[in-house]
């Protein structure tokens, strides 16, 4: 017999391996494990901007709302929204504005290849 787990559960699934997707193509950019993106605590500020930049891509690549991006970082939807207005900031950075967008674009690459539908930049 099979596990019928239901669209809601399978969304919630689909967002939150989106978030974990994001986390780690950040984390592996950073030069940062992964584990300390999640951890509970704040961390140093490396730490801290790496886990506001993974909440912001998995925002704009994935398309998470901010609460549902809180629930996978284990982050309230308004410290999610505070990150994404950093980064939105950063980008007038022009080696931040790169690094961003080659992480994005590589993201909504990998979404369009699971989905089959190709995916523009939300920004």
């Given at each position: 017999?099979?596990?019928n787990l239901g669209?809601?559960?399978?969304?919630?699934?689909?967002?939150?391996?989106?978030?974990?997707?994001?986390?780690?193509?950040?984390?592996?950019?950073?030069?940062?494990?992964?584990?300390?993106?999640?951890?509970?605590?704040?961390g140093r500020r490396?730490?801290?901007?790496?886990?506001?930049?993974?909440?912001?891509?998995?925002?704009?690549?994935?398309?998470?709302?901010?609460?549902?991006?809180?629930?996978?970082?284990?982050?309230?939807?308004?410290?999610?929204?505070?990150?994404?207005?950093?980064?939105?900031?950063?980008?007038?950075?022009?080696?931040?504005?790169?690094?961003?967008?080659?992480?994005?674009?590589?993201?909504?690459?990998?979404?369009?290849?699971?989905?089959?539908?190709?995916?523009?930049?939300?920004?």
């Open positions: 017999m099979m596990n669209a809601g559960a399978d969304t919630a699934l689909q967002e939150a391996a989106g978030a974990r997707l994001a986390e780690t193509a950040v984390a592996a950019a950073a030069g940062i494990p992964s584990r300390k993106l999640r951890a509970f605590n704040r490396p730490v801290a901007r790496a886990r506001q930049r993974a909440m912001y891509l998995a925002h704009v690549a994935f398309g998470l709302t901010l609460s549902r991006v809180g629930v996978c970082f284990g982050r309230d939807r308004t410290t999610v929204r505070h990150a994404c207005a950093l980064i939105e900031d950063s980008r007038d950075d022009p080696r931040c504005e790169f690094g961003l967008s080659a992480l994005e674009a590589a993201l909504l690459a990998i979404r369009s290849s699971l989905s089959g539908a190709p995916q523009e930049a939300s920004r």
